[in-house]
């Protein structure tokens, strides 16, 4: 079993900064790739980034594209998502994953972290 644990939400000004991060309970040998999700209220989940944990290929959603960076630390277990150039379209509540290696289809979630944009 692995369990997440995200911190780094919070309130901030349209056109700031935050971070989240995502730290597993288990050595990410075992993990093939990490990400986020988010749901704004009223509204479905929303892929935001990933990451694969070997090699370190990326992959965004159009709508953070430049503005959203996802990173990971091997010693930590533990991916980041840099969020700059806020706006209030990004608040919502982001919950971290993580997957298996491919075939299994078993995907981990942590509890979630607001993430509020005042305009």
């Known amino acids: 079993q692995v369990q997440l644990v995200e911190s780094g939400g919070g309130l901030v000004q349209a056109g700031g900064s935050l971070r989240l991060s995502c730290a597993a309970s288990v050595r990410t040998s075992s993990i093939f790739a990490m990400g986020w999700y988010r749901r704004a209220p009223g509204t479905e989940q929303e892929f935001v980034a990933s990451?694969?944990?070997?090699?370190?290929?990326?992959d965004y959603a159009d709508s953070v594209k430049g503005r959203f960076a996802i990173s990971r630390d091997n010693a930590k277990n533990t991916v980041y998502l840099q969020m700059n150039s806020l706006n209030s379209e990004d608040t919502a509540v982001y919950s971290c994953?993580?997957?298996?290696?491919?075939?299994?289809?078993?995907?981990?979630w942590g509890q979630g972290t607001q993430v509020t944009v005042s305009s």
């Open positions: 994953y993580a997957t298996r290696p491919p075939g299994d289809a078993t995907t981990y």
């Open positions: 990451i694969v944990w070997s090699g370190g290929n990326t």
